[in-house]
């Protein structure tokens, strides 16, 4: 049986996107952080609990979510989780991107 690693996101940017390019100007890609939340209980009070998820895009999509989202836009993902790891100074650090396939905005976002 084959696995499948699929995401969809729903949520605004809480910060303005980074383009950044490859060496000798190649693939731009752009990273985008993506806010999104949910209800969750505590005890008999109801309270929003936010995560944060820093989204990939690459190519064209890159260039066209750093010209046209800013900060507070609402945007859907959908895309795959992927799993980094370095080591620096002895300690492990972990990452996971979720690498867009799709970038679509949505209206709601705010203005630049």
């Given at each position: 049986?084959?696995?499948?690693?699929?995401?969809?996101?729903?949520?605004?940017l809480?910060?303005?996107?980074?383009?950044?390019?490859?060496?000798?100007?190649?693939?731009?890609?752009?990273?985008?952080?993506v806010?999104?939340?949910r209800?969750?209980?505590?005890?008999?009070?109801?309270?929003?609990?936010?995560?944060?998820?820093?989204?990939?895009?690459?190519g064209?999509?890159?260039?066209?979510?750093?010209?046209?989202?800013?900060?507070?836009?609402?945007?859907?993902?959908?895309?795959?989780?992927?799993?980094?790891?370095?080591?620096?100074?002895?300690?492990?650090?972990?990452?996971?991107?979720?690498?867009a396939?799709?970038?679509?905005?949505?209206?709601?976002?705010?203005r630049?």
């Open positions: 049986m084959r696995g499948m690693n699929k995401v969809f996101l729903v949520g605004r809480g910060a303005e996107p980074e383009l950044r390019h490859g060496q000798q100007g190649g693939n731009p890609w752009c990273t985008l952080s806010a999104t939340s209800s969750q209980r505590e005890g008999d009070d109801w309270t929003q609990k936010t995560e944060w998820h820093r989204v990939k895009a690459f064209k999509q890159a260039e066209m979510c750093q010209q046209h989202l800013h900060k507070g836009s609402v945007v859907a993902v959908e895309g795959s989780l992927a799993y980094r790891q370095t080591e620096r100074e002895g300690q492990r650090h972990f990452w996971v991107d979720v690498l396939d799709r970038v679509s905005f949505l209206p709601g976002g705010a630049a």
